[in-house]
């Protein structure tokens, strides 16, 4: 799923999860707006501890090596230096106690490889077009005659698709990580007292998913703690579900705030296409802001809490699925196995929810969009079906694909109305546009026609003045204008292109009062002339500041369509035809086809199983990959009968970095960084893998209006043809380009000081690494006070001799991944409020704050469907008092303001107010007679009037029927009572502050009076 998109209804619809890191780690220094003068050996202010730092590599070199928001580096030293400062900001913010680990993307699975490949052909066009565009501009402003800014020959712009491994690049950036981390540990102090592991692009696996491994062997181990805490670095939108799938409580992502670019073009044209990219609310913040971003100001990072957004899906879900689990209990005549509510099934069923609008290794499905509120629909249609057919995962982490099949029948009921309303939106949409544009053009005509009559109302003046006075010149002040204009243009090079001779004053009245009147082409003039003095004022910076901006600009403009033709029209009958015909050349109705859907859907299938698997357990295939560009629709999924236990994959092996290249890799990007033995295999027609390198190739818009929501045309490479010619040509490779090819091993670093230190000191070292594997079973359990597991080799010694360094390879599993919480774990105290739990449960949080298409219609709807038999269920007496939480809208809380008093507060609907309902003060308050008013009989009980004189300000009070048998009754459970008076304490200390303020208010205009 998009990474914008993805955080954009995360902090819409739970933003108490996302909190600015300096709330937790402290106050930084205020002019250099940095955390490196901080003395990292200190805790933090706040009390706040971190025990691990996890550094997802890729999401610093990227905007260390080619910033958007700076002038990028024009040294590899200097990006070197910009990524070893961005690790000591992170590591003096977060100040781990144990551990740091650093992972850089190695060769990935063959499924992400496909992706890869998307996306480096993708780059490679774009700085095609760019380099084509930078020509045609410089070439249209010498014609005007503008300053251009120079071109240095030897300069050229870097490339980050050599942010692969296998590159020099890369293999230069590992060498100098080694001795950056050697160096830190040495002298330090933020790095003395801890471990640094180092897993550089050598090492197959994603960055994350090196990290999440680690994470999951470490926890299977005897002896590990449960209370360990956890930072995770990185921009990806999967690092969350990552972390979610650890199941580690104190556990947490830390990102960068996005903010907008300086150089970001302003035109309205552009802030539509920023806001099509789900471009966060951060984007109206103020430039001071924007600039300080770039040199980690304060609001520049924020902290992603995993244990409260557990803590939102918890308040999302559990009320639901629990009266869910009743009524489909009560209702069986069978009474199957009552189920009861699992946090952790539900974090994982989440996860797995999420794959469907999008992820890295499978196409979304095509009713399915993550900006149009595919979430929140996928949600409430969760809590819908789960109650009925049960959680789709199980305790080990596998998933049901038989509820899986019926959860997705349920979602292809709605796939024509969702085509059919997304439809009728951009119908909408555009027929409001072009209202839009019709009175921008008659607002405009009408200003023309405003200035030409006051124009002709100068001129009829200007006649009548000469006609008054023969001696003087009938037109002089359009003379003097046409004399001053031409001394301008004189001034011009003659290069600009323009000819003086088309402007001449005339000696003619009535052509000087036709030249008056024509007033447009004299601005247009005036404004080039403008422009030209401008630029020629200019230094040589602000001149390449000035082309650099117009440059983006025209860049950003042609990534936007204006139009596109949709041959599929989604919606219409004869839509599902359409669709495989289009995007697969599968002739419709006919049994070929439906074989073709049905092993469309299966893989399909295969590659969901393929993705939860590698999110819980590591990569089991690495050949294994999704063989298509487009997804099959819900309904073709809920008929393919397919069985997880009918699925044997491949275990397979990596690519080698130099296949992985070529895999990925366009030949114009290939060239600089592949052995030209390997390069001429892409080039040569006569090569068999020539045609997995097209020189241009297609995207497919799928009817969006912007060329990166498209999908990239390219061919599947055949994996066994490209390792047969990279075999072949192996002998070709000189000794370094067979070093860029091998498979490396992670790094232990860490000062011989330490206890770990010490214990790396007693290890032999090797004569070879024939003999690695002997050594390091030999030392498979660490036991050292940072609780790492693993098995050690020592190197040979470094530079430093205070840094001890070794291999450090993963421990075995003694039992597989654990889906769910440890023993001994301490379960941290809630930090929702009970008005925010509320908010969440009855679904009024993400509505407001962003945009939301026909899912979030649907959402919405069954929010309000599900909410109403909740109620009626609620109002025939069904729940039960063992229920730890029961559903009522408005919501049940005690008010406990006597003891022979019980209340319930909540949002009446219709009149949005709060309404407090008190039985009689005769009934004490116990748990065995603790009862609420049904909405439905708000209006008729509040008749009653029974106010109480200690009810806070502004709620309504009344007395429902005294009668505890009466079904208009039910009982609320005694373990909800705390959580009720917390909340009631909560209302009246708002509504004591809310008085406050308007008694100050009072005396401050009585003052004001009296003065």
Same mark, same amino acid.
């Given at each position: 799923?998009?990474?914008?998109?993805?955080?954009?209804?995360?902090? %819409?619809?739970?933003?108490?999860?996302?909190?600015?890191?300096?709330?937790?780690?402290?106050?930084?220094?205020?002019?250099?707006?940095?955390?490196?003068?901080?003395?990292?050996?200190?805790?933090?202010?706040?009390?706040?501890?971190?025990?691990?730092?996890?550094?997802?590599?890729?999401?610093?070199?990227?905007?260390?090596?080619?910033?958007?928001?700076?002038?990028?580096?024009?040294?590899?030293?200097?990006?070197?230096?910009?990524?070893?400062?961005?690790?000591?900001?992170?590591?003096?913010?977060?100040?781990?106690?144990?551990?740091?680990?650093?992972?850089?993307?190695?060769?990935?699975?063959?499924?992400?490889?496909?992706?890869?490949?998307?996306?480096?052909?993708?780059?490679? !066009?774009?700085?095609?077009?760019?380099?084509?565009?930078?020509?045609?501009?410089?070439?249209?402003?010498?014609?005007?005659?503008?300053?251009?800014?120079?071109?240095?020959?030897?300069?050229?712009?870097?490339?980050?698709?050599?942010?692969?491994?296998?590159?020099?690049?890369?293999?230069?950036?590992?060498?100098?990580?080694?001795?950056?981390?050697?160096?830190?540990?040495?002298?330090?102090?933020?790095?003395?007292?801890?471990?640094?592991?180092?897993?550089?692009?050598?090492?197959?696996?994603?960055?994350?998913?090196? &990290?999440?491994?680690?994470?999951?062997?470490?926890?299977?181990?005897?002896?590990?703690?449960?209370?360990?805490?956890?930072?995770?670095?990185?921009?990806?939108?999967?690092?969350?579900?990552?972390?979610?799938?650890?199941?580690?409580?104190?556990?947490?992502?830390?990102?960068?705030?996005?903010?907008?670019?300086?150089?970001?073009?302003?035109?309205?044209?552009?802030?539509?296409?920023?806001?099509?990219?789900?471009?966060?609310?951060?984007?109206?913040?103020?430039?001071?802001?924007?600039?300080?971003?770039?040199?980690?100001? =304060?609001?520049?990072? *924020?902290?992603?809490?995993?244990?409260?957004?557990?803590?939102?899906?918890?308040?999302?879900?559990?009320?639901?699925?629990?009266?869910?689990?009743?009524?489909?209990?009560?209702?069986?005549?069978?009474?199957?196995?009552?189920?009861?509510?699992?946090?952790?099934?539900?974090?994982?069923?989440?996860?797995?929810?999420?794959?469907?609008?999008?992820?890295?290794?499978?196409?979304?499905?095509?009713?399915?969009?993550?900006?149009?509120?595919?979430?929140?629909?996928?949600?409430?249609?969760?809590?819908?079906?789960?109650?009925?057919?049960?959680?789709?995962?199980?305790?080990?982490?596998?998933?049901?694909?038989?509820?899986?099949?019926?959860?997705?029948?349920?979602?292809?009921?709605?796939?024509?109305?969702?085509?059919?309303?997304?439809?009728?939106?951009?119908?909408?949409?555009?027929?409001?546009?072009?209202?839009?544009?019709?009175?921008?053009?008659?607002?405009?005509?009408?200003?023309?026609?405003?200035?030409?009559?006051?124009?002709?109302?100068?001129?009829?003046?200007?006649?009548?003045?000469?006609?008054?006075?023969?001696?003087?010149?009938?037109?002089?002040?359009?003379?003097?204008?046409?004399?001053?204009?031409?001394?301008?243009?004189?001034?011009?090079?003659?290069?600009?292109?323009?000819?003086?001779?088309?402007?001449?004053?005339?000696?003619?009245?009535?052509?000087?009062?036709? *030249?008056?009147?024509?007033?447009?082409?004299?601005?247009?003039?005036?404004?080039?002339?403008?422009?030209?003095?401008?630029?020629?004022?200019?230094?040589?910076?602000?001149?390449?500041?000035?082309?650099?901006?117009?440059?983006?600009?025209?860049?950003?403009?042609?990534?936007?369509?204006?139009?596109?033709?949709?041959?599929?029209?989604?919606?219409?009958?004869?839509?599902?035809?359409?669709?495989?015909?289009?995007?697969?050349?599968?002739?419709?109705?006919?049994?070929?086809?439906?074989?073709?859907?049905?092993?469309? #859907?299966?893989?399909?299938?295969?590659?969901?199983?393929?993705?939860? =698997?590698?999110?819980?357990?590591?990569?089991?295939?690495?050949?294994?990959?999704?063989?298509?560009?487009?997804?099959?629709?819900?309904?073709?999924?809920?008929? %393919?009968?397919?069985?997880?236990?009918?699925?044997?994959?491949?275990?397979?092996?990596?690519?080698?970095?130099?296949?992985?290249?070529?895999?990925?890799?366009?030949?114009?990007?290939?060239?600089?960084?592949?052995?030209? %033995?390997?390069?001429?295999?892409?080039?040569?027609?006569?090569?068999?893998? !020539?045609?997995?390198?097209?020189?241009?190739?297609?995207?497919?818009?799928?009817?969006?209006?912007?060329?990166?929501?498209?999908? #990239?045309?390219?061919?599947?490479?055949?994996?066994?043809?490209?390792?047969?010619?990279?075999?072949?040509?192996?002998?070709?490779?000189?000794?370094?380009?067979?070093?860029?090819?091998?498979?490396?091993?992670?790094?232990?670093?860490?000062?011989?000081?330490?206890?770990?230190?010490?214990?790396?000191?007693?290890?032999? &070292?090797?004569?070879?690494?024939?003999?690695?594997?002997?050594? #390091?079973?030999?030392?498979?359990?660490?036991?050292?006070?940072?609780?790492?597991?693993?098995?050690?080799?020592?190197? #040979?010694?470094?530079?430093?001799?205070?840094?001890?360094?070794?291999?450090?390879?993963?421990?075995?599993?003694?039992?597989?991944?654990?889906?769910?919480?440890?023993?001994?774990?301490?379960?941290?105290?809630?930090?929702?409020?009970?008005?925010?739990?509320?908010?969440?449960?009855?679904?009024?949080?993400?509505?407001?704050?962003?945009?939301?298409?026909?899912?979030?219609?649907?959402?919405? !709807?069954?929010?309000?469907?599900?909410?109403?038999?909740?109620?009626?269920?609620?109002?025939?007496?069904?729940?039960?008092?063992?229920?730890?939480?029961?559903?009522?809208?408005?919501?049940?809380?005690?008010?406990? &303001?006597?003891?022979?008093?019980?209340?319930?507060?909540?949002?009446?609907?219709?009149?949005?107010?709060?309404?407090?309902?008190?039985?009689?003060?005769?009934?004490?308050?116990?748990?065995?007679?603790?009862?609420?008013?049904?909405?439905?009989?708000?209006?008729?009980?509040?008749?009653?009037?029974?106010?109480?004189?200690?009810?806070?300000?502004?709620?309504?009070?009344?007395?429902?029927?005294?009668?505890?048998?009466?079904?208009?009754?039910?009982?609320?459970?005694?373990?909800?009572?705390?959580?009720?008076?917390?909340?009631?304490?909560? &209302?009246?200390?708002?509504?004591?502050?809310?008085?406050?303020?308007?008694?100050?208010?009072?005396?401050?205009?009585?003052?004001?009076?009296?003065?």
């Amino acid at each position: 799923m998009g990474v914008p998109a993805f955080f954009r209804w995360l902090s %819409c619809k739970y933003p108490q999860v996302l909190s600015d890191v300096v709330e937790l780690v402290g106050p930084y220094d205020q002019q250099l707006g940095d955390f490196g003068s901080i003395d990292p050996t200190q805790p933090n202010p706040n009390g706040r501890e971190f025990d691990n730092l996890y550094l997802d590599m890729n999401g610093i070199i990227h905007p260390c090596t080619h910033p958007e928001d700076r002038p990028p580096p024009t040294t590899e030293e200097e990006m070197f230096e910009q990524v070893f400062h961005y690790i000591d900001r992170l590591v003096y913010m977060i100040r781990p106690r144990k551990l740091v680990y650093l992972a850089v993307d190695g060769v990935a699975p063959r499924a992400k490889i496909n992706q890869q490949r998307s996306r480096r052909f993708r780059a490679a !066009k774009e700085a095609e077009e760019k380099q084509k565009e930078l020509l045609r501009i410089r070439e249209e402003w010498k014609q005007q005659g503008l300053q251009v800014p120079e071109l240095d020959p030897n300069h050229k712009p870097f490339d980050s698709n050599v942010i692969t491994p296998g590159t020099p690049f890369m293999t230069r950036l590992s060498q100098a990580l080694k001795q950056f981390i050697a160096d830190r540990v040495a002298h330090d102090p933020a790095y003395n007292n801890i471990s640094v592991i180092y897993s550089d692009a050598s090492v197959p696996g994603e960055g994350e998913h090196k &990290i999440a491994e680690f994470i999951r062997t470490q926890r299977a181990q005897p002896g590990y703690d449960p209370n360990t805490s956890h930072v995770l670095y990185g921009l990806d939108a999967d690092l969350i579900m990552l972390a979610l799938a650890t199941h580690e409580l104190q556990f947490y992502v830390l990102r960068e705030r996005v903010f907008p670019t300086p150089q970001q073009p302003s035109s309205s044209s552009v802030s539509g296409a920023l806001n099509a990219q789900d471009s966060s609310s951060d984007n109206l913040e103020s430039n001071t802001i924007q600039n300080a971003a770039a040199i980690g100001a =304060r609001n520049s990072f *924020q902290l992603l809490s995993i244990d409260i957004l557990r803590e939102c899906l918890e308040a999302e879900f559990r009320e639901p699925l629990e009266i869910g689990f009743e009524m489909e209990s009560s209702s069986s005549s069978c009474r199957p196995e009552k189920r009861t509510f699992d946090l952790e099934r539900v974090v994982d069923d989440f996860v797995f929810l999420c794959f469907f609008v999008g992820n890295d290794f499978l196409p979304h499905l095509p009713s399915l969009d993550i900006r149009e509120g595919a979430i929140d629909y996928l949600i409430e249609l969760y809590k819908k079906l789960v109650p009925r057919i049960g959680y789709l995962s199980d305790d080990k982490g596998e998933i049901h694909f038989g509820r899986v099949r019926l959860f997705l029948k349920e979602l292809a009921c709605t796939e024509e109305y969702i085509f059919q309303r997304r439809k009728w939106e951009e119908e909408k949409k555009q027929k409001q546009q072009e209202e839009r544009t019709a009175i921008a053009q008659r607002e405009n005509k009408a200003s023309i026609e405003a200035r030409d009559e006051k124009s002709e109302e100068l001129c009829t003046s200007g006649v009548k003045d000469a006609s008054t006075n023969h001696n003087k010149s009938d037109n002089s002040q359009n003379f003097a204008v046409a004399e001053s204009l031409k001394k301008r243009l004189e001034q011009v090079p003659s290069s600009s292109g323009v000819d003086e001779t088309t402007i001449q004053p005339s000696p003619q009245p009535q052509e000087e009062k036709e *030249q008056l009147v024509t007033e447009e082409d004299e601005e247009e003039e005036e404004e080039q002339l403008s422009n030209v003095e401008c630029m020629l004022e200019l230094t040589d910076e602000q001149v390449k500041e000035k082309f650099e901006k117009e440059l983006k600009e025209r860049l950003y403009k042609k990534k936007v369509v204006d139009s596109v033709q949709d041959n599929i029209r989604f919606g219409e009958q004869g839509w599902k035809e359409r669709y495989y015909e289009s995007k697969f050349h599968w002739s419709p109705q006919s049994e070929a086809t439906e074989r073709k859907k049905e092993e469309l #859907a299966f893989k399909y299938f295969e590659g969901l199983l393929w993705v939860m =698997r590698y999110y819980y357990r590591g990569c089991i295939s690495w050949s294994w990959y999704f063989p298509y560009h487009y997804a099959p629709f819900a309904s073709d999924l809920a008929a %393919c009968p397919f069985e997880a236990e009918s699925v044997k994959y491949e275990r397979g092996k990596p690519f080698r970095p130099l296949e992985q290249l070529m895999a990925v890799l366009p030949p114009s990007s290939a060239k600089d960084v592949l052995p030209e %033995c390997l390069t001429r295999l892409m080039v040569d027609p006569d090569s068999e893998l !020539k045609p997995y390198y097209p020189e241009d190739f297609d995207i497919d818009l799928e009817g969006k209006r912007f060329v990166w929501q498209g999908v #990239a045309l390219l061919p599947f490479v055949d994996a066994s043809l490209l390792e047969n010619a990279v075999r072949k040509a192996e002998q070709a490779l000189t000794w370094e380009e067979k070093q860029r090819n091998s498979i490396g091993e992670s790094i232990l670093a860490t000062n011989k000081r330490t206890l770990l230190g010490q214990f790396i000191s007693q290890l032999s &070292i090797p004569q070879d690494t024939s003999q690695r594997a002997m050594v #390091a079973a030999a030392s498979e359990k660490i036991q050292c006070p940072c609780n790492l597991f693993g098995r050690l080799t020592r190197m #040979a010694e470094s530079s430093s001799n205070a840094v001890i360094q070794a291999y450090y390879y993963l421990p075995a599993m003694k039992h597989e991944h654990v889906p769910g919480l440890l023993p001994n774990v301490t379960l941290p105290l809630p930090r929702l409020e009970q008005r925010e739990k509320y908010s969440i449960t009855d679904g009024r949080t993400g509505w407001k704050t962003a945009w939301f298409g026909p899912l979030g219609f649907l959402a919405k !709807k069954m929010i309000s469907e599900r909410q109403s038999k909740e109620d009626q269920w609620n109002r025939r007496g069904k729940v039960e008092p063992s229920l730890p939480h029961h559903h009522h809208h408005p919501q049940q809380v005690s008010l406990g &303001i006597q003891s022979s008093h019980f209340a319930v507060v909540g949002e009446d609907r219709v009149g949005g107010t709060d309404q407090v309902f008190l039985p009689p003060s005769s009934i004490p308050l116990t748990s065995g007679n603790l009862y609420a008013s049904p909405p439905s009989s708000v209006v008729g009980v509040a008749s009653n009037n029974y106010y109480n004189s200690v009810a806070p300000p502004g709620l309504v009070f009344a007395n429902p029927p005294t009668n505890p048998a009466s079904n208009l009754l039910f009982p609320i459970h005694p373990c909800v009572q705390q959580a009720q008076m917390e909340f009631l304490q909560q &209302i009246q200390e708002s509504s004591r502050k809310r008085n406050n303020r308007n008694e100050d208010k009072k005396d401050r205009q009585a003052k004001r009076t009296k003065r």
